[in-house]
């Protein structure tokens, strides 16, 4: 697509022999590139200057074959799917950390291959603080619950965050709700796109 020919490798594979790098050639690696990898790269075939190439992988992601789509929208409704069974299983009195394990075995349950990362259930005051980790503190009713979750399905990860109260929520949970809902759908009908099917 860019002037690039791409090199695939299997879990089974070594992906360093599937590169022909001369020594002391440029090197430009993806800013997401994990340390691990990049010094195993740089040790095997001493490159002369490493550079970024983010700005080249973002264009490659962009475009989907359609096979890529319907792997990730399989993902989705594993995910949808895996929702709806746990949010009848929360109980007041329940920690957040068993939540979170909870929600992980669903996932797999329903044939994601794992989860993309540890999936994050919090309560009450902690929903105020994004990607906090789920904690000992235990579930109440009436207060808001944030569930930001996500599983892994051949190569592909989902992320998916949903906010809901457990029980009757209080005024100050409906109208914050509802300011962030309304904000999200102007966005959506100024990029040209309705909001449905978009989470809240």
């Given at each position: 697509?860019?002037g690039?020919?791409?090199r ?7 992906p360093?022999?599937k590169?022909s790098l001369?020594?002391?050639a440029?090197?430009?690696?993806d800013?997401?590139?994990?340390a691990?990898f990049?010094l195993?790269?740089t040790?095997?075939?001493?490159p002369?200057r490493?550079?970024?190439?983010g ?12 096979w890529e ?6 993902g989705?409704k594993?995910?949808?799917r ?5 949010i009848?299983?929360?109980k007041?009195?329940?920690?957040e950390?068993y939540?979170?394990?909870?929600l992980?075995e669903?996932?797999?349950e329903e044939?994601?291959?794992g ?9 009450g005051?902690n929903?105020?603080?994004p ?17 930001d979750f996500?599983l892994?399905l051949?190569?592909y990860s ?6 809901f ?9 409906l109208?914050?709700y509802?300011v962030v809902?309304e904000a999200?759908e102007?966005?959506d009908?100024g990029?040209?796109?309705?909001c449905e099917?978009?989470?809240?």
């Open positions: 697509m860019l690039f020919p791409g695939f490798y299997g879990d089974e594979e070594d360093y022999e590169l001369r020594k002391g440029t090197l430009a690696v800013h997401d590139l994990w691990y990049l195993n790269i040790s095997r075939f001493n002369l490493v550079s970024g190439a700005e080249v992988m973002r264009e490659v992601r962009k475009v989907k074959e359609e789509i319907e792997v990730m929208r399989e989705v594993i995910a949808e895996s929702l709806w069974r746990f009848p299983m929360i007041e009195g329940m920690e950390v939540l979170s394990r909870k992980e669903l996932m797999i044939g994601g291959e989860s993309s990362f540890t999936p994050i259930v919090t309560s005051p929903t105020s603080m990607h906090l980790r789920s904690t000992r503190r235990k579930v109440k009713l009436g207060e808001p619950l944030v569930v996500g892994k051949r190569g989902t992320d998916t965050t949903r906010t109260a457990l029980g009757e929520p209080d005024e100050e949970f109208e914050v509802n809902r999200q102007e966005r009908h990029r040209g796109r309705g099917g978009y989470g809240r």
